[in-house]
């Protein structure tokens, strides 16, 4: 499938909704249900500490998930992404004080490409710090 969006429509430069995803503690126990990925550092914070870490902290893919919602929400079809990519730059440091992080991500049309395609920029931060590098995507315009 593609997206709801016309490629004609789009320029490069057009910026996508911002969002921002809240996570918590118990977010990560459920992701980590869903994943199978029940590493210490995603809930055991004397753990997290002892290995060198500030406290306990999201699952990267969690994390990238969360960014690209940002682009499936903007295209309106998850299947019109046929690429992805990051560099997991900074961890996303989930204190167990009831408010937890979040997760707060730009994005914008970085290039137009062949056969219907554009390259999305995404920028994803958590307490001012980057926590993607060179996140970029590939969706397939209506």
Do not use: C
Not at 15 to 29: G, M, S, Y
Not at 59 to 86: C, K, L, N, Q, S
Not at 104 to 128: F, H, M, N, P
């Amino acid at each position: 499938m593609t997206a709801k969006i016309a490629y004609d429509e789009v320029e490069v430069g057009t910026e996508l909704p911002a969002q921002t995803f809240p996570v918590t503690r118990a977010t990560l126990v459920r992701y980590a249900g869903a994943s199978g990925d029940f590493n210490p550092i995603h809930w055991n914070e004397k753990f997290a500490v002892e290995v060198g870490l500030p406290d306990v902290i999201a699952h990267g893919m969690f994390t990238m998930a969360e960014a690209i919602r940002v682009v499936t929400d903007w295209a309106g079809d998850p299947a019109a992404v046929v690429e992805y990519g990051v560099r997991f730059t900074k961890p996303v440091v989930v204190p167990d004080d009831g408010s937890g992080a979040l997760i707060e991500v730009s994005a914008k049309v970085a290039a137009k490409l062949d056969d219907q395609r554009v390259r999305v920029d995404l920028t994803a931060t958590s307490a001012g710090q980057k926590v993607l590098g060179m996140s970029r995507a590939v969706v397939r315009l209506a």
